[in-house]
């Protein structure tokens, strides 16, 4: 059973940073375009940054651009997020996904079938 489980998550004050995981199980991600998605209350599930399988493009969304970093370890089947100078407007459930078939380019929300439980942030002011 494929499994994506994020961690990391808190509640933290404007400025600080965290960083979230998201560990694979079930099957290796290696050749698999991933991303980060976020969900605030009341608003749509948005992308934050994705990243191609083999890494060598990478998209982020103009809010975090500068601030997130999308980094991959291939060995341990694990996905990170580097959260850096957290905003309020950050606040929002996290999500980790992979496309469902791979050597995609990950640019597709579409193209993600598989997705974690999603962990908390909380940036206060």
């Known amino acids: 059973q494929v499994q994506l489980v994020e961690t990391g998550g808190g509640l933290v004050q404007a400025g600080d940073s965290l960083r979230l995981s998201c560990a694979a199980s079930?099957?290796?991600?290696?050749?698999?375009?991933m991303g980060w998605f976020r969900q605030a209350p009341g608003k749509e599930r948005e992308f934050v940054v994705v990243?191609?399988?083999?890494?060598?493009?990478?998209l982020y969304a103009d809010s975090v651009k500068g601030r997130f970093t999308i980094s991959k370890d291939n060995t341990n089947n694990t996905l990170y997020l580097q959260m850096n100078s957290l905003k309020p407007e950050d606040t929002a459930v996290y999500y980790c996904?992979?496309?469902?078939?791979?050597?995609?380019?990950?640019?597709?929300?579409?193209?993600?079938?598989?997705w974690g439980q999603g962990t908390q942030v909380a940036v206060s002011s």
């Open positions: 996904a992979a496309e469902t078939n791979p050597y995609g380019v990950g640019f597709n929300k579409q193209a993600y079938g598989y």
């Open positions: 990243r191609s399988w083999d890494g060598r493009r990478t």
């Open positions: 079930g099957r290796s991600f290696k050749n698999y375009a």
